[in-house]
């Protein structure tokens, strides 16, 4: 069974301040992607990674895949209270393509 | 275009009993896939149907168990209910591609008594 391990598992942080979400495997991806999950609603993509040390930027956020492609990041600057949200990192494998979720992160930004 | 719905929303039932859960996809996804989601095991993959087959399935019970039909709506079901079935049962569209976009759903909070 491939598992992604996220962390912090929970972080409360004030406006205006920066985070590093973490998303950690022992398993090779072939690509990884980010969602954000807000109450009531299913998740949505944020991005998908596909090349090993590659960096995206989503004007606030700045995901990277690891040169291993077993592991990602996801920055926020200046973090918003619309940034809250839960934020799921999902690997993709093999010819199934299936996605294997992250345990989750729930950021809290307080105005 | 109108996105992934699911019906009902929400669902309470009692322990033993059976439910069915619907999920519409979006226009043109022929892939449908279940997640359950529980605060103690994350989003896990229940089983996805591609063309009225399903293609994968994930580590459940057969009590779960699923079917699509040739309009690509799709639909799961658990018979003998426990309480630990009480979960978000999110479906998720996608059109399967080299690097798949899957559209959520908003869910169906199912609650077992």
């Known amino acids: 069974t491939q598992l992604l391990e996220q962390s912090p598992q929970f972080l409360s942080i004030q406006e205006g301040e920066n985070l590093t979400v973490y998303c950690n495997s022992s398993?090779?991806?072939?690509?990884l992607q980010w969602y954000r999950q807000e109450p009531g609603e299913g998740p949505v993509l944020l991005v998908t990674?596909?090349?090993?040390?590659e960096v995206k930027k989503l004007k606030r956020l700045t995901f990277q895949f690891g040169d291993a492609r077993k592991d990602s990041s996801l920055h926020i600057t200046a973090a918003q209270p619309g940034d809250t949200g839960l934020y799921l990192c999902?690997?993709?494998?093999?010819?199934?393509?299936?996605?294997?979720f992250g345990s989750g992160t729930q950021l809290t930004v307080l105005p | 275009k109108a996105g992934v719905t699911q019906t009902p929303r929400y669902l309470i039932k009692t322990r033993g009993q059976q439910v069915t859960l619907s999920c519409s996809p979006i226009?043109?996804?022929?892939?449908v896939s279940w997640y359950q989601q529980t605060p103690g095991q994350g989003l896990q993959f229940l089983f996805e149907?591609?063309?009225?087959?399903?293609?994968n399935k994930g580590n459940f019970p057969g009590r779960f168990s699923g079917r699509q039909f040739s309009n690509s709506r799709s639909e799961m079901n658990v018979s003998t209910l426990e309480l630990g079935d009480s979960a978000l049962y999110l479906c998720?569209?996608?059109?399967?591609?080299?690097?798949?976009?899957?559209?959520f759903g908003p869910g169906t909070r199912l609650t077992v008594l």
């Open positions: 998720a569209s996608s059109v399967p591609s080299s690097t798949d976009t899957q559209y």
């Open positions: 398993s090779v991806f072939s690509s």
């Open positions: 990674v596909v090349t090993g040390g």
């Open positions: 999902a690997g993709i494998s093999g010819s199934a393509r299936q996605l294997t």
């Open positions: 226009s043109g996804h022929r892939s």
């Open positions: 149907y591609f063309s009225e087959t399903q293609r």
